[in-house]
């Protein structure tokens, strides 16, 4: 069939904004929306989508990250801090996949297991709306010696927050599932990035998700690489992704700005919700997956 | 308790948070203009086929595109730069802690940036990685 794609390029374009969008005010790389609209709208092989979807993250993230850095919202040292367990835990997703976990059945385990979790990390979320950062006079050791904890600037309220980094390790661990599901189905991981930030290290939802937007783009880059030198980018399918995200991430970053953490925090609560959906719609087969 | 590591101070960390804003909004630029001109070219050169859309670059060695391979090269080239950027994120941190002394940071990011190389590295000596 021989005709102008613009059409397709459009709905293309919308997609990818969508995700760019939502995951640029949540700290999501948008991959749970990217792939599945690529697969199911648009008919493109999943591996092709989960390589666009990879590039649209970096997007997302670079996008994003660039407003939020210039910005002060950003907590750099607890961002590169998580990172090397997210690097690690995608090292990991990769070699889980080429060796226990081969094939569609490994993987739909997984899902089924990380579909609960998912929706324990909603649970959690939701509790935590209406309760704000706590000026503590607790401590965590690890949490000093790194100097993790911070101040930012709420656009909102006006109010320069400061608040105290808790509970590293169990971070650190959330981070290292966050790189596994990442490597094994092309998503940022900021799902659980975000909400362990929030919930149990305390950081504000704000920071919590701009410092996840930085993040995301290191995760997904590992990924992306080797989509890239293994022939799995069709440039054509990419740019669109690509340019959609990049618009839609900046719009996010304004959206963000001026929305008050229990807003994100609830938007959250219901990608959560629809995530844990997506994955035992993938984990049963009725989705499509990698 | 064991002593805080690093030495930079408030103001260098938002020196470096605008050093970094800066790579990436440069990245993002360099790589937008790229791809804008790529779909330029195919809107001027067209018509595509539904199958273009699923045409891949076949990774080092191979030709760019079916039929239109400068429009393809800038669009591939805004892809590298999008991939690209991570990297370069990456490694002016951990330059900027070395400069600034905070050796662990350094260290930490150095990890990083190696982890990253090695998953390029590996897409080359392990075709297993990703299954066709």
Same mark, same amino acid.
């Given at each position: 069939m021989l005709i102008p794609l613009w059409e397709t390029f459009a709905g293309i374009l919308a997609l990818a904004f969508a995700a760019g969008l939502l995951g640029a005010m949540l700290g999501l790389g948008g991959g749970l929306i990217i792939v599945p609209g690529l697969v199911i709208l648009f008919g493109i092989d999943v591996h092709l989508a989960i390589a666009a979807s990879l590039v649209s993250i970096i997007a997302n993230s670079a996008g994003s990250a660039s407003r939020y850095a210039r910005q002060g919202q950003i907590n750099l040292r607890l961002g590169m801090f998580l990172e090397i367990a997210t690097a690690a835990g995608g090292v990991a997703g990769a070699v889980l996949t080429t060796t226990v976990l081969t094939g569609a059945t490994g993987t739909s385990i997984l899902l089924i297991s990380f579909a609960p979790i998912t929706l324990a990390a909603a649970i959690l979320l939701r509790r935590n709306i209406g309760k704000h950062v706590a000026q503590t006079a607790v401590k965590d050791p690890l949490a000093e010696r790194w100097r993790l904890s911070g101040s930012f600037r709420d656009n909102v309220t006006g109010e320069t927050v400061q608040y105290q980094v808790l509970q590293p390790k169990k971070g650190l661990l959330a981070s290292l599932g966050a790189g596994l599901i990442s490597g094994l189905i092309g998503i940022g991981g900021g799902i659980f990035k975000v909400p362990a930030m929030n919930v149990f290290m305390k950081v504000p939802m704000k920071v919590a998700s701009a410092t996840s937007s930085l993040m995301i783009g290191v995760t997904a880059g590992g990924g992306a690489l080797i989509y890239l030198f293994r022939g799995y980018i069709a440039p054509l399918l990419v740019a669109p992704v690509a340019i959609g995200a990049l618009a839609g991430s900046f719009t996010g970053t304004l959206v963000h700005g001026r929305s008050s953490s229990d807003t994100l925090k609830m938007l959250f609560v219901m990608v959560l919700i629809a995530a844990a959906i997506i994955m035992a719609l993938k984990a049963v087969g009725v989705l499509a997956t990698a | 308790m064991t002593e805080p590591t690093g030495t930079l101070d408030t103001g260098a960390m938002n020196r470096l948070s605008l050093r970094l804003s800066m790579v990436l909004a440069i990245g993002v630029v360099i790589s937008a203009i790229l791809l804008i001109i790529g779909l330029a070219l195919i809107a001027v050169t067209g018509p595509v086929s539904s199958g273009d859309l699923s %045409? %891949?670059? #076949? #990774?080092?060695g191979h030709s760019l595109g079916p039929g239109n391979p400068v429009a393809y090269g800038f669009l591939l080239a805004g892809i590298v730069v999008l991939l690209i950027i991570p990297l370069a994120r990456v490694a002016v941190s951990s330059y900027s802690f070395a400069a600034g002394g905070e050796r662990d940071f350094a260290i930490l990011t150095l990890f990083v940036l190696i982890v990253l190389a090695i998953s390029a590295a590996a897409s080359f000596l392990l075709p297993m990685i990703i299954a066709p």
């Open positions: - | %045409t %891949t670059w #076949g #990774g080092p």
